[in-house]
């Protein structure tokens, strides 16, 4: 204690009182909630545009593997340590999976991918993608593998010319975007491709094989996606346009994200289409 030198009183010292202090740390913690609760979707968009742009670079990729190899890459499996796989058999069962680029003979060099619709994944570790996982997966930014679909188009003999191919041997079968040198064969043999692609993008959820009376995004070579934030991995979906996403057939959906209750959406899609692949074949002068 001490004394002022003209009163000689003792002065009080003065503090924070314990109420002062809690009401201190009240506000400080409203502040720092409210900091966090802004930061939040912030945090959700910058991971919407990562992924963006992830699945943009792999599209490219997709593209480069396509001037080398004068085809698509085909989808990783969950077997395949983010490398494409294919069929040992042409027809029936698919058979053991190959990993390596298919040889003259067996079924995969027909083209015939391992990977049934909506189960194959971008095959990270063959196009040499960055933000592989342990098993050769590349991830999209909720940590969850990044889906590639290509088309399940066929052809036969008469549209794939040169000797030596699987294909030029009696009726026998291919799949033209994926076999050794497919584009490119069928290309020389017609011009172009000698089916469109069975791959479609839709406005929203359709019925049967296409887009039917829903308006037609595109009819694309192939495409890459992400299920988003909400982890929609597997059916059921949270609404008929996730739905789309999820099921066995070659039918997609994109539009901008929405939370609508009965149709929650934020499925990333992105594709190439057939024409800008021969477009991009053609500048490189891999096609004439």
């Given at each position: 204690m001490s004394f002022d030198s003209y009163s000689k009183t003792p002065k009080r010292q003065h503090g924070f009182s314990l109420v002062e202090i809690s009401l201190v740390l009240i506000i400080a913690g409203l502040a720092l909630g409210a900091g966090l609760a802004a930061?939040?979707?912030q945090l959700q968009a910058r991971k919407y545009s990562e992924t963006e742009k992830q699945l943009q670079e792999a599209s490219d990729l997709i593209l480069a593997f396509a001037m080398v190899n004068r085809r698509l890459p085909c989808p990783a499996t969950a077997a395949s340590s983010g490398r494409e796989s294919f069929c040992t058999n042409a027809t029936g069962a698919c058979g053991a999976e190959a990993f390596v680029p298919p040889v003259i003979t067996a079924?995969?060099?027909r083209g015939r991918c391992a990977a049934t619709p909506n189960a194959g994944f971008l095959p990270a570790a063959t196009l040499g993608m960055g933000?592989?996982?342990?098993?050769?997966?590349?991830?999209?930014a909720w940590a969850l593998p990044v889906r590639y679909a290509i088309p399940n188009?066929?052809?036969t003999a008469?549209?794939?010319p040169p000797p030596?191919?699987?294909c030029n041997?009696?009726?026998?079968t291919c799949w033209p975007y994926t076999q050794v040198d497919g584009i490119r064969n069928a290309f020389y043999g017609s011009g172009s491709m000698p089916n469109t692609s069975d791959i479609f993008v839709c406005a929203a959820a359709a019925a049967g094989a296409n887009c039917g009376a829903v308006a037609q995004r595109a009819n694309p070579a192939f495409v890459v996606y992400s299920y988003g934030a909400n982890l929609n991995a597997t059916p059921p979906a949270l609404g008929a346009d996730e739905a789309e996403n999820t099921d066995a057939d070659r039918v997609y959906v994109w539009h901008e994200r929405n939370e609508v209750a009965s149709n929650v959406f934020d499925d990333l899609v992105a594709w190439r289409?057939?024409?800008q692949l021969v477009a991009k074949m053609q500048g490189n002068g891999v096609l004439p």
């Open positions: 930061l939040g979707p079924g995969s060099d933000g592989q996982r342990a098993d050769g997966l590349a991830v999209d188009t066929t052809n008469a549209n794939n030596g191919l699987a041997t009696g009726a026998a289409t057939y024409e």
